[in-house]
């Protein structure tokens, strides 16, 4: 049984690629704007496991990994920011401020058509940030890519506290992916 992972994300490949095993990738390229939710965590797992069905339909042999990310901040939800002016301004609303970096994680078996999937939440404070090194920021980094315009270099620069899971350094929560691949069946 392969394990196919439904993303392009260099940090999602990070997690597999940390856990040694072989895998191919295949990006889900479903509408994410299409799948709505007022609740974060309910919003990621949603959007997760409809890109681990997408991929295992393509894949009747698989095991599929996916999963999906925001943040979120007062209610408000902030997902890959559309260009580099909102990027920008994602950052200035989550600095100085408390904000959740929620992820979920799927796993389905194409042949079975068992899903298993969870949300974990990272509370991640941002000490005030100045103009120029958000400017900075978003000239060396590809913040379109990024669920609140950031990714874990950001959390080490901006971050004063961070409190729950570390599911922000991989964009998937890698202990609960060990758990679920052996649940489906691959020996890790």
């Given amino acids: 049984m392969k394990i196919v992972l439904a993303s ?10 940390m856990l040694g095993v072989p895998y191919e990738i295949c990006p889900s390229r479903i509408d994410e704007k299409a799948i ?41 939800i902030y997902e890959k ?7 920008a301004q994602f950052l200035r609303e989550l600095s100085g401020g408390e904000f959740q ?10 042949q079975t058509r068992r899903m298993l999937s969870t949300v974990e939440v990272s509370d991640i404070s941002f000490r005030p940030l100045a103009e120029g090194e958000i400017q900075s920021y978003i000239e060396k980094y590809s913040v379109l890519n990024y669920a609140g315009a ?3 270099d950001a959390v080490l620069f901006f971050a004063d506290r961070i409190c729950g899971s570390y599911n922000f350094v991989t964009a998937l929560p890698v202990s609960r992916l060990i758990v679920f691949l052996r649940a489906q069946g691959i020996k890790i």
């Fill in 8 to 17: 392009a994300s260099q940090f999602r490949k990070r997690a597999l690629d």
């Fill in 36 to 76: 709505r939710d007022n609740d974060p965590a309910s919003l990621t797992r949603k959007l997760a496991e409809e890109k681990a069905r997408k991929v295992a339909s393509e894949h009747l042999d698989a095991v599929v990994v996916s999963g999906d990310a925001v943040v979120s901040k007062a209610g408000r």
């Fill in 81 to 87: 920011p559309r260009n580099l002016a909102e990027a």
């Fill in 101 to 110: 970096f929620v992820t979920a994680l799927a796993v389905m078996h194409s």
């Fill in 150 to 152: 950031f990714e874990s």
